[in-house]
């Protein structure tokens, strides 16, 4: 208790010592929380992508680089709608970036009577009637300020907005519905689908649903919650990898920088450690002064450096243009972790110049003029 | 606490091939006032190092009291226990206050809190300092720098005091303040006390004087006009014996 005392007494006296030395922990704890931050978002995001329209299942091509980018025969649907368990099938094909004024927006290509759209309210106008119309969501007509009658281009054709619909899914909110068959030729598509959406009879679970069809059709990816999503394709595994590798990365500066400033601050006093030996205290009270000084620099650090991440994950995805397809995802979890890192770090970094205070000579350091 | 007896017999230390103290031995009674006077690079600073556990010698013995120094593997609780320390830069570290600095070797000997405050208190009003207990060392004269460090000396009751050029960057008036204090420490607490310096004015206030010149030491008579001890050359052997008395005594 008396060393906590006296350690924290002594970093409040260094204050501008002690703020610099935490920086370099926060920026190390920072770039943390910011990947998982980032890595947790993507996870969050990916799954409201499979809530399309209430469905139970999304399926896509398996090993697909992208969900997007998934491509499966529309005969599979009529394959899948006389598969005992299976209520209803629809096709969709997903449009990315193809909404002018609004990349992060994703246009959707379905059919204007299927159970995906059949949910949506309508606050103004109708569901599209032909190729030559686009039914908005609240989201992107409030973002681009579109009303019933205006134009909307997606991939290079113009569109008449027939209707704004609410959905309360933001994916589909922040999106636009048009048909099926304009979509798969803007696409590249014909014949073909991105997805398709399942719903299951009411009597059968999602397991049950997941098995039938998988035990069915075993070339397929099926995807029914969220932390399966990230794993829809070579893209999505990649990302994951990175985030942890960039983690690691992270966790190792972050070590060594606390380390090095230790080690700084070590060299810096070697007069008063010196001192301290001369004057009775032993090597392990020395290294002990140390040691303690780097856990709760480091724990200041991490505090610091868990609001840096916050907040620099929220710039990192804006800067990346990226804010429409991830947000940002911090949990409970991830600042624990954040903050046990903080404290590795700290016992960690110091041990070193802990060991090295320890073992300074105070007959050679004190005698320097 | 009666002070320590400090035996060295000869004693040697080489420093990067460099003999620096050469075949060194004396002996200091428990409670003498002792001046080491010498040039600088004579070996006075190394001398007080090996005898306050600071260094260890190339051969040779130091016994202080019964304690073997010259063989101690762990000279930590020598160092807090039996010795106090005075260094020419006074070393206090620039963070603590003057209290907070009088009270470090006792943090280091785990006294209770309350206890080590009301010590250093004491010790500060001994050097004349107790006004001055919650200064930072930034805003204290050079003399008053060197009175906490003597204070901080005395702060584990020790029975030998070391004082490696206590007056080295004080004027003449601050200086002689030092010399009273250090003698009246000796009165008050009986400690043994060993002070190397310059100043010749020292000598009016100790009661042997130790010479060292080019790592040899030797009993030298307490005459302020005698021989400039800052001179460069040891006296020849076999000299006046009345000037230059072997120091084993």
Do not use: C
């Not at chain 1, 590795?344 to 110091?350: P, R, S, T, Y």
């Not at chain 2, 030797?218 to 006296?235: C, K, R």
């Amino acid at each position: 208790m008396t060393t906590l005392l006296q350690t924290l007494e002594a970093l409040e006296r260094r204050p501008m010592r002690t703020f610099l030395t935490a920086l370099g922990t926060a920026l190390g704890i920072a770039t943390i929380v910011a990947l998982l931050a980032v890595s947790g978002g993507a996870q969050a995001s990916a799954s409201k992508f499979l809530n399309l329209g209430s469905s139970d299942l999304g399926l896509f091509q398996r090993d697909a680089a992208d969900p997007t980018t998934s491509v499966l025969p529309l005969a599979l649907v009529g394959e899948l709608r006389h598969t005992r368990g299976i209520q209803a099938a629809t096709p969709l094909v997903l449009l990315v970036g193809a909404v002018h004024r609004a990349p992060g927006a994703i246009a959707f290509g379905a059919y204007p009577d299927s159970f995906v759209t059949d949910r949506y309210v309508f606050l103004a106008g109708r569901m599209f009637t032909g190729d030559r119309q686009v039914a908005v969501g609240s989201g992107l007509a409030a973002q681009l300020h579109l009303q019933v009658g205006d134009t909307l281009t997606i991939a290079h054709h113009r569109l008449s907005v027939s209707g704004i619909y609410h959905m309360g899914v933001p994916e589909q909110d922040d999106g636009a519905v048009i048909a099926f068959g304009l979509a798969q030729k803007l696409a590249g598509k014909v014949g073909e689908a991105t997805t398709v959406a399942v719903s299951l009879a009411p009597t059968v679970s999602r397991t049950q649903g997941i098995r039938t069809i998988s035990r069915r059709f075993p070339g397929l990816l099926i995807l029914g919650d969220g932390v399966n999503a990230p794993r829809t394709g070579v893209s999505g595994v990649l990302l994951s990898r990175l985030a942890l590798v960039l983690a690691v990365i992270a966790l190792v500066i972050g070590g060594v920088g606390v380390m090095n400033t230790m080690l700084m601050s070590v060299l810096e006093r070697r007069t008063e450690f010196a001192l301290l030996a001369a004057v009775g205290w032993s090597g392990p009270q020395i290294a002990m002064r140390v040691m303690a000084e780097g856990i709760l620099t480091s724990i200041i650090g991490a505090g610091l450096g868990l609001l840096l991440g916050v907040v620099g994950a929220q710039l990192l995805v804006g800067l990346l243009g990226a804010s429409e397809y991830v947000a940002p995802n911090v949990t409970a979890w991830d600042l624990g972790q954040a903050l046990l890192v903080g404290v590795l770090l700290g016992v960690l970094g110091g041990m070193y110049p802990a060991w090295r205070a320890a073992r300074l000579s105070p007959a050679k350091v004190l005698a320097e003029r | 606490m009666p002070g320590s007896k400090v035996e060295v017999e000869k004693l040697t230390r080489a420093l990067d091939g460099k003999v620096v103290l050469r075949d060194v031995s004396f002996l200091i009674e428990p409670g003498e006032l002792v001046a080491l006077t010498g040039p600088s690079g004579s070996g006075k600073t190394t001398l007080l190092q090996l005898l306050g556990g600071l260094d260890r010698p190339t051969s040779g013995r130091i016994m202080v009291d019964d304690i073997a120094v010259h063989a101690l593997r762990h000279p930590t609780r020598y160092r807090r226990e039996v010795v106090g320390f005075v260094f020419q830069l006074h070393h206090l570290l620039p963070a603590l206050s003057a209290q907070e600095n009088v009270e470090l070797p006792m943090v280091a000997a785990h006294v209770p809190r309350r206890e080590r405050h009301e010590r250093a208190r004491e010790l500060l009003d001994e050097v004349g300092l107790l006004s001055r207990a919650a200064s930072l060392p930034s805003s204290l004269s050079g003399g008053e720098r060197q009175r906490i460090a003597i204070a901080r000396a005395l702060a584990g009751q020790p029975r030998l005091i070391l004082a490696d050029e206590p007056t080295g960057s004080l004027d003449a008036l601050a200086t002689e303040r030092i010399w009273e204090l250090l003698a009246s420490v000796r009165q008050r607490h009986g400690s043994t006390i060993l002070i190397a310096s310059h100043d010749r004015g020292l000598l009016q206030h100790v009661e042997r004087n130790l010479a060292i010149r080019e790592g040899v030491v030797f009993e030298q008579g307490l005459d302020a006009n005698q021989s400039d001890p800052d001179a460069e050359t040891p006296p020849p052997s076999g000299g006046d014996p009345h000037d230059h008395a072997p120091a084993n005594a």
